[in-house]
Every structure is written in structure tokens, then in C-alpha cells.
């Protein structure tokens, strides 16, 4: 019904720059907030930020003034701007979509994407 697909993940030296996409695609009517996580190997998965559909952000302290999130309503797109990239950064990043589908307008469902991997070395 929905799919997320991210994209923009790799390899960076510490101090670099990445930038994620996610792309909803499928029988969508609306998407109210959409969110970037990760996971890190033998961590949970960590809330990174968020965004509602007035374009209010959140940020988790870990990332606040490194990265950066934003959204093209026009193309149910979330990206996830990440600067000053640590090796600490390595994880799956995946995001998440508040999504109502054509047909239930007024009943909304959170959707993931199958995350993309990002590694900081050099």
C-alpha cells in the first residue's frame, strides 16, 4: 500500500556530509509527521528528528545543529541534510512516515522504510 525507499547512504570520512532521501510512494491521501531514525549494531533505534507537516522540526541532542531535516510535500519526500559527520554516526538510518491512505483519510499509520547504511571512516 505505502513504500518508503531511502537513499543517499555511503561511505564518508569523519567531517563529511551526507544527504538522505525518502521517497512514500503507493495509495497515499495524506502524511502528517515523517521522522529519521538509525541503528546502530547491538543499539536500539534512536529517534534522530522529525517533521510535521507545517514544517515544525525536532532534533535528538546527539545530531541538534549537525543535521538537518526537511520535506517536499509536493513529492512525499523527507530528507536528512548531515553534516560534520563522526564515526560514531555509522548506523541504518531509516525513516518513518505518518501516512493516511486514499479511502481512510481520517486513520493514519506509521510506515518504514528498509533503511540505508551509513558509514563514517576513513
Known amino acids: 500500500q505505502v513504500q518508503l525507499v531511502e537513499s543517499g547512504g555511503g561511505l564518508v570520512q569523519p567531517g563529511g556530509s551526507l544527504r538522505l532521501s525518502c521517497a512514500a510512494s503507493?495509495?497515499?491521501?495524506?502524511?502528517?509527521?515523517m521522522a529519521w531514525y538509525r541503528q546502530a549494531p547491538g543499539k536500539q533505534r534512536e529517534l534522530l528528528a522529525a517533521i510535521t507537516s507545517g514544517g515544525s522540526t525536532n532534533y535528538a541532542s546527539s545530531v541538534k545543529g549537525r543535521f538537518t531535516i526537511s520535506r517536499d510535500s509536493t513529492k512525499n519526500t523527507v530528507y536528512l541534510q548531515m553534516n560534520s559527520l563522526k564515526p560514531e554516526d555509522t548506523a541504518v538510518y531509516y525513516c518513518?512516515?505518518?501516512?493516511?491512505?486514499?479511502?481512510?483519510?481520517?486513520?493514519?499509520?506509521?510506515?518504514w522504510g528498509q533503511g540505508t547504511q551509513v558509514t563514517v571512516s576513513s
Open positions: 503507493g495509495s497515499i491521501f495524506s502524511i502528517n509527521g
Open positions: 518513518n512516515a505518518d501516512v493516511a491512505l486514499d479511502g481512510a483519510p481520517d486513520y493514519f499509520s506509521f510506515y
